[in-house]
């Protein structure tokens, strides 16, 4: 199986890199194709004799040899492996590089093709605008990729089944990585065990008849198996019980998953090298990390041009909710739940009076959802006009690309419950937990959406999760934008 394990890793790992190295190739070319761009006009309008260009070279060509250039420099130097491990240096060096080699194959080419009347000093003036533009570029990139890494968002939790030298050794794999790894604990068969450390601080916090409890009580992103499995009673009970909340599981060598007869209904199930250990891993949710960092950035990337071309918006819609309802704020933060039991607050325009929470122990009795949720079709809490006009085209919604940029939700994905909400689940609905927040996803796009018990609603999150794909996500995108133009909301 080692073999098989390690092709599989070696395929994944090979698209992760390359989609990387692509996203770092275009951001580079993009950035140089503007600093030609920009010195071409400031060549054009400068003073006196400095400014005008020459009409008889196609500055098209020009262009055209100065991306085919840039972009063999950049493949052949190969300076995007570990961009997150670099310094300021390092990337001062890299750009130096690029920009050099690729300037001087570029006048040797304009010699050698006899293209001479390209300006030395607009040459000169490309050359500083690329060397500052990249550099800033890449800057900005390692600066929020060092803070996104730091924060909370990204502290990836791990428990850890066991406490002996095998277990001690994936404390130490993981206090190595360079990932922000945060250990919750461990936890062992027998009671005696509970208590004591195991290494480097990480000490037994129970046994694993305490594992649904401190499962749940905990954000814990994946289960890690470092004791033999068939050391576990029930052990293949444990693992449904992981499986069906939607946490991922690793085991470590050895496995002895055939000899407790263990077949996932719904997680898949493959092999991965961890730190040079090869390791199984059996997750719910999907194992294409490529798709997944193309789904971030398509997010981030969504959220800066959609915030900034709707901030006039933004500004109307706050005045207005100010003109109707002058004593509140415009915004409202809420807390909320997400990623495998994250908290974080949750922003919205807001839409009722300012003591609408107070007032909902008054009208619960008139609660029209099934389920832990709350939902009637004329609120009284609701603002006249714009609250109204809010909530039936989800503008209200808007906001929460604030909570995209801070990395605690996406665009697409199961809308993030109340505490209280999740407080109520059965554990299969807790597996909607086990993939990032969104702000629309299938019951949004439902038809008579408001109609659906809790437990479809529920079920629709969880068809999302297993059925994920980046075309599911656009489409679910385009049929939001119209329920929004639609009004269907409530």
């Known amino acids: 199986m080692a073999p098989l394990g390690n092709n599989i890793l070696s395929i994944e790992e090979r698209k992760k890199r390359l989609f990387i190295k692509w996203m770092h190739t275009i951001h580079d070319l993009t950035l140089t194709v503007v600093a030609f761009i920009l010195a071409y006009f400031i060549k054009t309008h400068l003073p006196g004799t400095l400014g005008g260009v020459s009409i008889t070279p196609n500055y098209y060509v020009v262009l055209l040899m100065v991306v085919i250039i840039w972009f063999l420099t950049t493949y052949l130097l190969n300076i995007y492996s570990f961009f997150v491990q670099k310094t300021?240096?390092?990337?001062?060096?890299?750009?130096?590089?690029?920009?050099?080699?690729?300037?001087?194959?570029?006048?040797?080419?304009?010699?050698?093709?006899?293209?001479?009347?390209?300006?030395?000093?607009?040459?000169?003036?490309?050359?500083?605008?690329?060397?500052?533009?990249?550099?800033?570029g890449k800057s900005i990139i390692l600066f929020f990729l060092n803070r996104y890494s730091r924060s909370e968002v990204n502290i990836y939790n791990v428990l850890i089944i066991g406490s002996k030298k095998r277990a001690a050794g994936a404390i130490g794999l993981l206090k190595s990585s360079k990932r922000g790894y945060n250990i919750v604990g461990c936890l062992d068969t027998e009671k005696q065990d509970v208590g004591k450390e195991v290494r480097d601080g990480i000490r037994v916090i129970g046994t694993m008849e305490d594992l649904k409890d401190i499962i749940l009580s905990h954000v814990v992103d994946e289960v890690i198996f470092?004791?033999?499995?068939?050391?576990?009673?029930?052990?293949?009970?444990?693992?449904?019980?992981?499986?069906?909340?939607g946490i991922k599981v690793r085991i470590f060598p050895d496995w002895h998953i055939y000899s407790v007869l263990y077949q996932p209904g719904i997680a898949s199930m493959f092999f991965e090298d961890f730190h040079g250990i090869p390791t199984?891993?059996?997750?719910?949710?999907?194992?294409?990390?490529?798709?997944?960092?193309?789904?971030?950035?398509?997010?981030y990337s969504a959220a800066i041009i959609l915030c900034l071309l709707l901030l006039p918006?933004?500004?109307?819609?706050?005045?207005?909710?100010?003109?109707?309802?002058?004593?509140?704020?415009?915004?409202?933060?809420?807390?909320?739940?997400?990623?495998?039991g994250r908290r974080f607050k949750l922003y919205k325009f807001r839409t009722m009076v300012p003591n609408a929470e107070s007032l909902l122990e008054e009208l619960k009795?008139?609660?029209?959802?099934?389920?832990p949720a709350f939902k009637i079709k004329k609120d009284p809490r609701i603002i006249p006009v714009i609250g109204t006009i809010l909530r039936k085209t989800s503008l209200d919604e808007l906001p929460q690309l604030f909570n995209v940029l801070k990395?605690?939700?996406?665009?697409?994905?199961?809308?993030?419950?109340?505490?209280?909400?999740?407080?109520?689940?059965?554990?299969?609905?807790?597996?909607?937990?086990?993939?990032?927040?969104?702000?629309?996803?299938?019951?949004?796009?439902?038809?008579?959406?408001?109609?659906?018990?809790?437990?479809?609603?529920?079920?629709?999150?969880?068809?999302?999760?297993?059925?994920?794909?980046?075309?599911?996500?656009f489409s679910i995108l385009f049929k939001t934008a119209l329920v929004v133009v639609g009004a269907q909301g409530r």
């Open 365 to 371: 009795y008139l609660n029209e959802a099934s389920g």
């Open 88 to 136: 300021l240096k390092d990337l001062c060096k890299d750009v130096l590089k690029i920009s050099i080699i690729g300037m001087v194959i570029l006048i040797a080419s304009l010699y050698m093709t006899g293209i001479k009347e390209v300006s030395r000093l607009q040459l000169g003036i490309f050359f500083i605008l690329d060397v500052s533009l990249l550099l800033s």
């Open 407 to 473: 990395g605690e939700m996406s665009l697409v994905g199961p809308r993030p419950p109340l505490p209280s909400e999740v407080e109520q689940y059965d554990v299969w609905q807790r597996r909607r937990l086990s993939m990032k927040p969104g702000l629309t996803c299938l019951w949004q796009i439902a038809p008579k959406r408001n109609e659906l018990s809790f437990h479809q609603w529920m079920q629709l999150d969880l068809d999302y999760i297993d059925g994920w794909s980046l075309s599911l996500d």
């Open 226 to 245: 470092a004791m033999p499995l068939k050391n576990i009673d029930s052990v293949n009970v444990y693992m449904l019980l992981i499986e069906v909340i």
């Open 280 to 299: 199984m891993i059996l997750t719910a949710v999907t194992s294409k990390q490529r798709d997944i960092m193309f789904k971030s950035f398509i997010d």
């Open 313 to 340: 918006f933004f500004m109307i819609i706050g005045l207005m909710i100010k003109v109707f309802s002058p004593k509140g704020e415009v915004f409202f933060g809420q807390e909320r739940v997400g990623l495998n």
